[in-house]
């Protein structure tokens, strides 16, 4: 949530990000072209609504992970004056961690995690990693020398992602220079300029039509026929394998911010580069659907 000096009250990134977007031009986050600027806007979609199963099922599913993170938020909820004392600290750290613990393990299903769904999940997760390393192999943001509204979307969940023993693991072996981006996006820096599409292309329209048109889209046009229709449960099929999970009020929130991104597509649709690209990709038929 972001106070605005003239009272204007913002929720949610993305209207807190367009907000500031607007408001100080020489620190733009979003490309001018067009075809880039929805393009960086469907990734940011793609991060904040999808990519969060892949941080939030790594983290509450494998014990690991649940064990470590548990003991972590305890020590950031119980107050430091009680940490201090010898005999009460450790015992209080230690009875919030079970309940973080216990609170958590049991909510997996808010995400669309489940024995059904987690193996896509973590699918998708390897993959983004894999494609997103490659991408940035010769460039230190994902559209260019300067971080996007897509890099701060996607580093949120990866860099929490990373603090989790099992994604750690994967991202250590499989993906150096994402690493080195996780740490670079801890504090940006502009090195220069975005890039043009046909230099970006070569690895950025793979992550697109694999994790986005073949993934994401999919699921969330399904997820948003659920809602439109009063479902309880959502099943399709993502990369030959069934997905079905309960539809809750945060699924309704992913309609809803899908809605805002589509407002913004009506006004670029008609871009000759943006209309080739999502025909390539694979992700002009969800949009027009």
């Known amino acids: 949530m972001v106070c605005c000096p003239n009272g204007e009250v913002l929720q949610d990134s993305t209207p807190i990000i367009l907000k500031m977007e607007e408001d100080f031009k020489n620190k733009q986050v979003v490309p001018e072209p067009p075809a880039l600027s929805f393009l960086s806007r469907l990734i940011e979609e793609y991060a904040d609504e999808w990519a969060v199963k892949h941080m939030c099922h790594y983290r509450w599913h494998y014990e690991v992970n649940l064990d470590a993170a548990s003991k972590r938020f305890a020590k950031l909820f119980v107050p430091k004056t009680i940490n201090k004392l010898i005999w009460v600290g ?14 958590m393990s049991k909510r997996l299903w808010v995400i669309g995690s489940n024995e059904i769904t987690g193996i896509s999940i973590e699918e998708s997760f390897e993959n983004l990693i894999r494609l997103l390393d490659k991408h940035l192999e010769v460039r230190p943001y994902i559209f260019g020398a300067r971080p996007s509204i897509a890099d701060f979307a996607l580093w949120g969940h990866i860099y929490n992602a990373n603090n989790d023993v099992t994604a750690n693991d994967f991202i250590q072996r499989h993906a150096p220079k994402l690493n080195d981006w996780i740490i670079r996006m801890i504090d940006p820096k502009e090195k220069g300029g975005f890039e043009e599409w ?19 889209l999919p699921w969330v046009t399904a997820n948003n026929d659920a809602v439109k229709n009063n479902k309880d449960e959502l099943s399709i099929t993502l990369k030959g394998r069934p997905f079905e999970h309960k539809v809750t009020s945060v699924q309704r929130f992913h309609a809803k911010s899908f809605g805002l991104l589509m407002e913004h597509y009506k006004t670029v649709s008609q871009d000759q580069e943006l209309e080739e690209i999502l025909v390539e990709a694979g992700a002009k038929a969800y949009l027009n659907a």
Do not use: D, M, N
């Open 198 to 216: 046909h230099e970006l292309k070569p690895t950025l329209l793979p992550l697109i039509k694999e994790e986005v048109s073949e993934v994401f």
């Open 90 to 103: 450790p015992f209080v750290l230690s009875k919030a961690a079970k309940a973080f613990k216990s609170r």
